[in-house]
């Protein structure tokens, strides 16, 4: 059990638009997902936090506006990475947690790159 | 802010030594401390955690220990395999609410044949 899938696993696009990527907990209820992002060569940068029903709480320095988190199911979470520009090039991880524990489940990615 | 050190940053053995990885966090009230492991392109995969109520726990060739006191925690493995080899990364965080695992830098751990 605890499996998390993402999608798309990889997508280009031109700068300007806009790129939605899905976050799914294929078998159980996740009350909690967080966004990273990682950067070639570094750590997971935690991007936001959000529960079901509820907004996302925002890391220091990322973009609510440019990074729009909906939360809409205990399954579901999706990021829209709005305007994308070269500099949002990037792999996109989610995680979920189930209610009361700590562990986190990780979905595969997504690779974004923005021409 | 909640802060965790990880080193070294870069390690190589040779197949069948042992590799060990340290951390350090900031955040006295963290009691929840994950290792990850990733591969190139790959997600985080989970190998081992700890929780504060223990010092250590094992799980066959993998070890974490545990030192709140010192705010330390370290991850062993013994008789590496080339297979071992990948970004080893790792986490702290609090109980409860909206607990956010803070990482750490990561290790890129080579084991040679």
């Known amino acids: 059990g605890a499996v998390v899938s993402q999608h798309p696993s990889w997508v280009i696009c031109k700068s300007g638009t806009s790129v939605k990527i899905e976050c799914r907990s294929l078998?159980?209820?996740?009350?909690?997902m967080f966004w990273y992002r990682q950067f070639p060569k570094q750590s997971l940068m935690l991007m936001a936090t959000?529960?079901?029903?509820?907004?996302?709480?925002?890391e220091q320095g990322v973009e609510k506006d440019k990074f729009l988190i909906n939360h809409a199911s205990l399954t579901l979470s999706t990021l829209t990475v709005t305007s994308a520009h070269p500099e949002d090039s990037s792999f996109y991880i989610c995680?979920?947690?189930?209610?009361?524990?700590?562990?986190?489940?990780f979905g595969p990615g997504t690779r974004l790159t923005v021409l | 802010g909640e802060n965790v050190e990880q080193h070294p940053s870069t390690l190589s053995v040779q197949e069948g030594d042992s590799a060990v990885i340290k951390c350090t966090y900031s955040d006295s009230a963290s009691n929840y401390f994950p290792w990850y492991k990733q591969e190139l392109g790959k997600r985080p995969q989970l190998i081992i955690d700890?929780?504060?109520?223990?010092g250590e726990k094992k799980d066959q060739r993998i070890a974490v220990t545990l030192n709140k006191t010192a705010k330390h925690f370290s991850l062993h493995i013994t008789e590496t395999q080339p297979e071992d080899s990948a970004v080893y990364f790792c986490?702290?965080?609090?109980?409860?609410?909206?607990?956010?695992?803070?990482f750490g830098a990561g290790t890129r751990l080579a084991v040679h044949p």
């Open positions: 959000s529960n079901e029903g509820s907004k996302a709480t925002y």
């Open positions: 078998d159980f209820q996740a009350t909690t």
């Open positions: 995680s979920a947690r189930r209610q009361g524990l700590n562990e986190q489940f």
């Open positions: 986490a702290a965080s609090r109980s409860g609410g909206y607990n956010k695992l803070i």
């Open positions: 700890i929780r504060s109520n223990v």
